[in-house]
């Protein structure tokens, strides 16, 4: 674990919508070098929480630090979405695919590395001109998307229409395309959501890569997660926030969360006699028949 200073720190985060109050008062950190999921029942905040991060929303209260390992530090809750990802380098997934459906899997990658291109081509004349610089950087951009292409096991359809691959591969694609931008902070909405077990573990093994890869500017990267599937959660993650009706009702290690009392009273409900998914339950030790009040 790392002992620096936290790469996200969120303080005490309120987003309401009218009169309802999406997050309420949240505070929590996460680390470079480490995988922080996010988990909670339906409507528990999570993805506005996502969305005051990455600068979709302006909070209603709160302050959002990310320390770059350059040693800026951005004040994400003043700023735009597009200075987040190009300034402070956070990259996003979304919960609904959002590939370019029609280009290829290789110019998905190269078109999430324009930033870099247009400052090599000095916005666009050195690349009509074929200036050194801009041939530099291009080949560096290929070279790049190859890396990512490779870790998520997807060379062989590097030339294929994004939108014509699996659905696993789409979500693989999506990874490697916000890893491209090359971010210190990846957010992932529910990366897992919809695939197979043994894709799933597949996107768990490039998670932890991503987590624990040096990259090539010496930093590691911050992995922020959304995530239902929990067997997914419990197995990789570092540290886990729990959130409940905009609140936060749990933080700490996997073993900390999947034992709290609260946690479990969340995910039973109070008033309910639904039977708990098994696979929450066997993740949350929980008997697979648990029903409220048993
Ligand atoms: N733009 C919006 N306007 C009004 N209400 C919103 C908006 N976005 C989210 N909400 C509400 O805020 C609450 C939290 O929603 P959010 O999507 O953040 O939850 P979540 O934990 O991500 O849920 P899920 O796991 O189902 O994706 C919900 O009651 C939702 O209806």
Known sequence: MSTDK????????????????ANNDVSFEARAGEITALIGPNGAGK??????????????????TLRHPTG??????RMPGYRIAQLAGVARTFQNIRLFSGMSVLENLIVAQHNKL?????????????????RKAEHEAVELAKY?????????????????????????????????????????????????????AELAEILTFIR???????????????????????RISDHVVVLDYGRK?????????????AVIRAYLGEDEDEALPPEVAADLHMPQNAQKGA
């Not at 993805?47 to 959002?64: A, E, I, K, M, Q």
């Not at 009702?249 to 009392?261: L, Q, R, T």
């Open 6 to 21: 936290p790469l996200l720190t969120v303080e005490h985060l309120t987003m309401r919508f009218g009169g309802l109050v």
């Open 47 to 64: 993805t506005t929480l996502f969305n005051c991060v990455t600068g979709f929303y302006t909070p209603t209260v709160g302050r959002l």
């Open 72 to 77: 800026k530090e951005f004040l994400l809750e």
């Open 118 to 134: 247009m400052r090599a081509s000095t916005f666009a004349i050195g690349g009509l001109l074929g200036f050194p610089s801009y």
């Open 148 to 200: 990512w292409l490779e870790r998520v096991r997807l060379t062989e359809f590097a030339d294929w229409e994004a939108g014509n691959l699996p659905y696993g591969a789409q979500r693989r694609l999506e990874i490697a395309r916000a890893m491209c931008t090359e971010p210190v902070l990846l957010c992932l909405d529910e990366p897992a959501a919809g695939l197979n077990p043994r894709e799933s």
């Open 212 to 234: 624990d890869v040096q990259t090539p500017q010496g930093h590691r990267t911050g992995v922020l997660l959304i995530e239902h599937d929990m067997s997914v959660v419990m």
């Open 249 to 261: 009702i749990s933080d700490g290690d996997p073993e900390h969360v999947k034992n709290d009392p």
